[in-house]
């Protein structure tokens, strides 16, 4: 058995580790003002000088000597010998000692009449009263906001001293190629490094970014001297893991020390902690949603040391849809999709797959299963750690069930309004059963009965007590999908690749082939299954499979050729009692705007009212 | 009369005239990814292609056929015939359909024995798993993250298309002069404009400061026409007010429109919408807290039509500590300081002044008196909006009493253990007011009675019922401060400068001066007041009075001389229930430290341990 790991430590004795291990000491750099917001103050800031100086008026109007003014009223207008017309932040001259406001004064022929008498110092602003010279403006390790800026200003302070920690990206790998290259096989476009840049120059830090490094351990030992002389932290993008390649763990114990090979985080696990010239270097795993659990979960809090200003996240208790399963040992983090339906905030789990990007875009929260936790039940209630502010999630509109690219469409559609749709694909029963549960605001559904009617039967069998609706979204295509332009017919022999038992796809094809007497023992493959209609059109473009049954948008997505089989009903199911939900409002009326028509026209494979009206005899 | 503005228009009418009245259209712009966090997505955002396009490893070991390992088991291991190395993330060869994790592999020889059989496609990451070439990787008016970056790199989307609002800011007055030049006599350093700048973009908007420009009509004016041929919205700092040179109505009114000169809000009244060539023009008033309030409360809520994301304020009920009264008619914004004492949240309104930007940098939330209200009652429950994060306000520190500028240097020491010290200055009695209704977590106190004893008796006069403990924070002297080193015994027929009747301050000179047997009516401007002991120093300083009582600190802060008067003690007094609480804790900690020590004898006119050992007789 190949050994994998030196040690697997826990994620609290890991974060313990480095902040024992390193001093920690930023550094500290001058920025121009334009450059503070959001700095930290290595020391306390003193003003340069008082602020007025001098006495200023505080307000548009005249200066006056106060005792001049007395037993002024409505019935006994006093027309003032003396006065200086004063605009706000005008010196007031030294001779007079209140400022009386332009609204309570009458100009006539050169002289003011005043019918109120001016107390002693009214409308002046002394001289010190913001702050005086030497004071305080704000103490160490103060974060800068916006609007401080103006105070700096005004205090004299140009370019304030903060706390700069420096920390050198070091991308390594063969395969790597840099964004806006098409990877070729096996290539990967280098994101570790892009990603980790924009999280710890977002929490303060300043990043350097290093050209790529072969996967040849001379090279990388090479990059990493380098970056450790020139930062105060280095990050090493993958080679942590045990792969043949992985160069990582042995380059860092040659230059200095690894002082942890393996942290129980899922993802993230392979992650390496070293100490080079005391200064600490971290190994990241080579997947991204890995890497960003490690940047997340470990260096953000250990740049906290620093005296960075890392926030917290928001957490919100929320009812968990489905289960969480785990060992018990390592901390499990879990992207997801956080909503409020009804009165109650609920939580989907995305997908797992630690490569799969698009699931760090989709959630809006995440999950931190605990250490010594096996795990929440599905309906529980869990922690929910937000990934954009409240008020944003509050107004998610969550939709689960079958997926269809158009659901993107309405997301955009919807999305100037404020409201984020997002969906989990667990297909139409799947849809049908989170409605039922009230976890989802609805449900896209293409559910076919034996009688050939769509949806309203399985509505009936799974929610007989729940008024629900259901408005079509699109009268759809399902077809077959090849590369030479097979027809339904031509299935028999040919290398096929099919949706999963229970998916409306899938019912829809046993269906039709039921009907036309076809044996499915004839379809070599068709037992193996994957879960999209895109993963269906990918097999059929690898060459993997010849057919497999997909919608439309799919085959033309990959260039692929299409022959249409059935037509469907895809609609989505919601409960009555939240059809007054704007959210649900807002999709409904893109699901019905003539803009939405010209997108399923554009995208091919949809039946609209127009389409219907062109075809002759419908 | 003078009038002085057009119309003054509810804060809410105002906000719906700018919606209605200006198209919003934001301009796109492409950046490249490092420029992209925050910003937001012009259009929906697409995968180049897709991700992986093909089927790769998703752990390191080695790829099978799935078929070859069929009943493997602990009691039967199997010896792969066939297999192939492979690491995380590298291309599956197409003959196989399965990946063995290497911990699960005992290799010898060349060859690879396993104990469990592998399920077809495990560890297998299926082409296009990710995302599909076309599919929709973000919608419209999506709000780019940090960790997004990544999978933009991944998808090969490096210039993503984003909004971009161009605000031209326009600095007029002749008086302005630029940060890090002292202002003389009557200058200003303008800070209006470098607020909005940094408020503006933290909100997504992309910022042009424009020259100076003095206050004359005609150069205004082409700097106002210039700045909107440049801009999508220009922003005119000052001269909206009604002072003999706001010409900044007048200039907008000739170019185009005034829409509105006046909004019901204060501070920010003056405020101007205008109107040139269809582009909004906004004067903003030349207080700065009046800038910051019509930035926050008009500016910013309107850059949302145009697609920017400007977060509300977080939200919090709090006790409000003074009454705030306010006239029915206009919507009034209190700067404050939050904490949390006990078990409750207390909020207290920081100074009204405009002009005092240090309120906006102690403040860390504020309170909105809204139009229909008469304000608010001294302990009642109001809504704090935040302007730092929820857990940051819930470690303010909140000490209310005498100030001392040692009170800052302990703000400096606590702060690195991220506790905001937040002070309220309302003088010593107010101190133990705040103290006894239990707003505040500590009060600095120095409150001479009749015996000559310090504070003991007036927490028994004041919280008779409750357990107060009092600590030393300095023995500090008070002396009379002066241009040409006058003492307490010279005061006679020389101006004076006096704190206010029931600061500590006053009472030990009133009890000093008995004492001496010397009568208050021949010291002219004995009865003239301050509230600081800075502007006590000031008032020397400007030669507006000859001499004054304060502290040491004070007079060396402005190079004046000071003759001591007196020594008194200078106490923190707190309640005895939250002597445990970690935030009193760390001051307790920070004021018994060698380090303050050391501060206290750099400052001078603090009597120490140390200084009292080295003065023989004591």
Chains 1, 2 share one sequence.
Not at 295 to 306: Q, S, T
Not at 421 to 431: A, E, F, I
Not at 455 to 468: C, I, S, W
Not at 578 to 595: E, G, Q
Request: with cysteine; hydrophobic share 40%; glycine share 8%.
């Amino acid at each position: 058995m190949v050994t994998r790991y030196l040690s697997v430590m826990p994620l609290d004795d890991a974060l313990a580790l480095l902040s024992h291990e390193f001093p920690c000491t930023p550094s500290a750099v001058q920025v121009p003002l334009e450059e503070a917001v959001g700095r930290i103050t290595t020391g306390p800031v003193f003003a340069r000088y008082s602020v007025p100086e001098i006495h200023l008026a505080a307000m548009d109007g005249i200066a006056v000597r106060s005792r001049d003014t007395r037993g002024a009223s409505e019935q006994h207008p006093v027309i003032l010998p003396d006065a200086a017309r004063v605009n706000t932040g005008n010196v007031v001259p030294p001779e007079y000692d209140a400022v009386i406001m332009i609204e309570d004064v009458w100009e006539a022929g050169g002289s003011y009449t005043i019918r109120k008498a001016a107390a002693p110092w009214q409308h002046v602003r002394p001289a010190g009263e913001d702050l005086a010279e030497s004071e305080m403006v704000m103490p160490s390790r103060h974060r800068i906001r916006a609007h401080e800026l103006g105070a700096l200003a005004t205090y004299g302070i140009t370019r304030p001293e903060v706390i700069v920690v420096r920390v050198g990206l070091v991308p390594t790998g063969s395969e790597l190629v840099a964004a806006g290259t098409r990877p070729a096989p096996g290539q990967v476009v280098e994101s570790n490094t892009v990603m980790a840049k924009a999280m710890l120059e977002e929490a303060g830090a300043t990043c350097t970014r290093y050209p790529f490094v072969e996967d040849k351990p001379e090279k990388i030992r090479d990059a990493i001297a380098l970056a450790c002389r020139e930062n105060e932290m280095v990050i090493v993008s993958a080679g942590s893991s045990a792969g043949t390649k992985d160069y990582t763990a042995g380059v860092i114990a040659e230059l200095g020390e690894v002082l942890v090979h393996g942290v129980a985080i899922k993802p993230g696990k392979p992650v390496i902690i070293g100490r080079i010239g005391n200064k600490p270097v971290i190994g990241l795993p080579g997947y991204p949603l890995s890497a960003l659990t490690v940047l997340r979960e470990i260096v953000l809090p250990f740049l906290k040391n620093y005296g960075l200003y890392i926030p917290e996240p928001e957490l919100i208790r929320a009812y968990v849809t489905s289960t969480i399963a785990k060992e018990i040992g390592s901390n499990e983090f879990v992207l997801c999709t956080l909503g409020r339906v009804g009165s109650r905030w609920v939580i989907s789990p995305q997908s797992k797959g630690a490569g799969v990007q698009m699931s760090g875009v989709r959630a809006n929260a995440y999950i931190r299963v605990p250490q010594t936790s096996e795990g929440f039940e599905a309906g529980g209630l869990v922690e929910a750690r937000l990934m954009v502010p409240a008020a944003e999630a509050a107004k998610a509109l969550l939709i689960t069930g079958s997926h269809d690219p158009v659901i993107d469409y309405l997301a955009d559609f919807i999305r100037p309004q404020g409201i984020s749709l997002l969906s989990t694909h667990v297909g139409s029963v799947g849809g049908i059963l989170a409605l039922k549960k009230d976890e989802c605001h609805a449900a896209p559904t293409h559910l076919l009965a034996e009688d050939g009617s769509y949806n309203t039967a399985y509505l009936k069998k799974f929610m007989p007590e729940t008024e629900v609706e259901l408005l079509c979204i699109a009268e759809r295509q399902q077809g077959i999908v090849s590369r030479d332009g097979l027809s339904f017919q031509d299935l028999a022999g040919r290398q096929f690749i099919n949706r999963q038992r229970g998916s409306g796809t899938r019912m829809l094809l046993d269906y039709e082939l039921k009907k036309a007497g076809i044996d499915t023992a004839t379809i070599p493959g068709y037992e193996r299954e994957v879960t999209t209609h895109i993963a269906v059109a990918l097999a059929v473009k690898s060459g993997e499979a010849d057919a497999g049954m997909c919608v439309h948008s799919a085959a033309k997505a990959l260039g692929l050729l299409f022959v249409p089989v059935a037509t469907e009903r895809y609609e989505l199911a919601f409960r009555k009692e939240h059809a007054d939900d704007p959210r649900l409002v807002a999709l409904i009326d893109a699901i019905r705007s003539p803009a939405f028509r010209e997108i399923l026209t554009r995208l091919g494979g949809y039946e609209t009212a127009e389409t219907r009206r062109q075809r002759p005899g419908q």
